[in-house]
């Protein structure tokens, strides 16, 4: 049985790129607002979530390649485990990897090179 998560948020900063032998791994940040309550005034509070996530392979040099911060992003993850071992005792952990994603609204970054682009 496997695990399915949609998240939906605007991009942090850029994906960040590394290599692990052959294989391409990214990792980057989803940012959303969520209802936080009323205030003394009954104003909506919102209080800003990140999830952080890791993609691999040509997943991850897509979204390195083709989006920016600010960017919004649809990811359907899965949720796997990442404990490890520390001075002989376990440490549990999480890792949510991207299985897909769609491109969203372009963020201030994007918007601002196509401007450009189209001007040109």
């Keep these: 049985m496997s695990n399915l998560f949609i998240f939906i ?8 790129i590394t290599k ?15 209802f936080a309550g009323l205030d003394k005034n009954d104003k909506r509070k919102e209080r800003v979530v990140s999830i ?11 979204l390195a390649e083709y ?5 919004q ?16 005792e376990t440490v549990y952990g999480y890792n949510f990897v991207v299985d897909s994603f769609e491109f969203g609204a372009p963020g201030p970054e994007t ?3 196509l401007a450009e682009r189209e001007a040109a």
């Design 52 to 62: 952080q996530f890791t993609v691999f392979g040509s997943r991850a040099e897509a």
């Design 73 to 88: 992003l649809v990811v359907q993850a899965s949720l796997s485990n990442n404990n490890f071992e520390r001075n002989g």
């Design 111 to 113: 918007r601002k090179r």
């Design 9 to 16: 948020g605007r991009l942090s900063g850029p994906v960040e």
């Design 20 to 34: 692990h032998g052959d294989t391409t791994v990214g990792k980057f940040t989803l940012l959303r607002n969520e």
């Design 67 to 71: 989006t920016a911060k600010g960017d």
